[in-house]
C-alpha cells in the first residue's frame, strides 16, 4: 500500500523516520509505524531531542509530553508532564486504546504506565546533567536564542505525520519541551488540534517549534482546516504561519513550524523564522527538504 511518512528536524527525525519505515516493511500500520519511530527516538540516549536523556526542566527533571491521533475517527492518546517513563508515545497509545480519555497528567499519567508494565526509569543521563550544570552555571549563555539557524536548533520535538492510500492518516509527536522550562509547562506537542490533528476526511497537519505561540494559534487544526476549504497541503501550512506572523508578533521570535499531510498524500511544510528541515520517506525512498522562514518576506 502508497505509503508517505514525514519527521520534523535533521538528527532526531532521521532516526525516527527510518525505525517508522523499518515497522512499515515488516507490515506495520501506520499507528506502528509513528509510535514505533517516535520511540526509538526516545530511547535512544544520545538524541537531546525527545525521551531519555533530552532537556530538563529549570529544577532537572525531565518532563515530557506525547500524542497520537487516528483520522479514521479522531481518536486521540496523550500524556504530558510525564516523568520517569519512556517511551511516553507508548504511554500516549494505551490512552488511546485502553481508555476512555485523551489525555493523562503528570503523576497520574505516570502511574497509569507502570500500571501497564513501563519500567520507572531516570531518564537524566551523565550528558543531560551535564547540559543541565552548564545552564545553571551561565542561564544566559544556554538560554534559547531567539532566532535559530538550521545549524543551531535542531529541535526538542519530532513531530510526524503518515499517510497511506487511497484516504487515511495518523498524526503524532513527542517531546520533552522546551529546555529549561518552568516545571509543570506544557506545549502544543499534546495538545489536539494544537500540536497535533488528523481527520481522514481531510488530511493531517502537526507542529513543533515555539509551543506556547503554535497552541494559541490552535496551528494543526487550522492547518486541516485550511486543506478543508481546498487549499493544497503547502498553502495551507503558509497560511497558517502567515497568519501567525500577522496576529502574533512573538511567532517571529522563534521558529514556528506546521507540517500538513492531505489525505490524497500531498503534504507540504512552512516555518515562520529559520531554515527547518524535513524528512519525507514515499514508499523507503527517503528526501531531505529544508523549507525557508516566511517572516524574511515581511523584511
Ligand atoms: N513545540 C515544543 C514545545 O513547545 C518544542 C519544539 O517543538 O521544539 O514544547
Redesign the pocket.
Known amino acids: 500500500m502508497s505509503t508517505t511518512l514525514l519527521a520534523t528536524w535533521k538528527e532526531p527525525g532521521k532516526v525516527a523516520i527510518e525505525a517508522a519505515w523499518a515497522k512499515r516493511a515488516t507490515g506495520g500500520s501506520l499507528l506502528d509505524c509513528l509510535e514505533q519511530g517516535l520511540a526509538v527516538a526516545e530511547l535512544d540516549p544520545t538524541l537531546m531531542a525527545i525521551g531519555l536523556g533530552s532537556l530538563p526542566n529549570r529544577d532537572g527533571e525531565i518532563e515530557l509530553?506525547a500524542a497520537i491521533m487516528d483520522g479514521t475517527d479522531l481518536n486521540a492518546g496523550a500524556v504530558c508532564a510525564l516523568r520517569g517513563v519512556v517511551p511516553a508515545i507508548s504511554v500516549a497509545r494505551k490512552v488511546l486504546e485502553e481508555t476512555p480519555h485523551v489525555m493523562l497528567a503528570g503523576e497520574q499519567a505516570r502511574r497509569f504506565a507502570l500500571q501497564r508494565g513501563f519500567t520507572p526509569q531516570n531518564l537524566m543521563t551523565p550528558q543531560a546533567i551535564e547540559a543541565y550544570e552548564n545552564w545553571k552555571r551561565e542561564p544566559a549563555k544556554y538560554e534559547r536564542k531567539y532566532v535559530h539557524s538550521l545549524e543551531e536548533h535542531y529541535?526538542?520535538?519530532i513531530t510526524m505525520l503518515g499517510w497511506e492510500a487511497p484516504r487515511h492518516v495518523i498524526a503524532a509527536s513527542a517531546?520533552s519541551?522546551?529546555g529549561w522550562k518552568t516545571p509543570g509547562r506544557v506545549?502544543?506537542?499534546p495538545i489536539v488540534g494544537a500540536?497535533v490533528y488528523a481527520d481522514d476526511e481531510i488530511g493531517a497537519a502537526g507542529?513543533?517549534?515555539?509551543?506556547?505561540e503554535?497552541w494559541k494559534a490552535a496551528a494543526s487544526f487550522r492547518t486541516v482546516e485550511a486543506m478543508r476549504r481546498g487549499l493544497d497541503a503547502q498553502a495551507a501550512c503558509e497560511e497558517t504561519v502567515r497568519h501567525m506572523i500577522r496576529r502574533q508578533p512573538r511567532s517571529t521570535w522563534m521558529p514556528c513550524v506546521v507540517l500538513a499531510l492531505r489525505a490524497d498524500g500531498d503534504f507540504g511544510a512552512a516555518t515562520s523564522v529559520g531554515e527547518f528541515p524535513l524528512w519525507v520517506c514515499r514508499d523507503g525512498a527517503m528526501e531531505f527538504r529544508s523549507y525557508p522562514g516566511l517572516a524574511a518576506e515581511y523584511g
Open positions: 509530553d529541535g526538542d520535538t517531546t519541551g522546551l506545549g502544543d506537542s500540536g507542529a513543533t517549534g515555539w509551543g506556547e503554535l
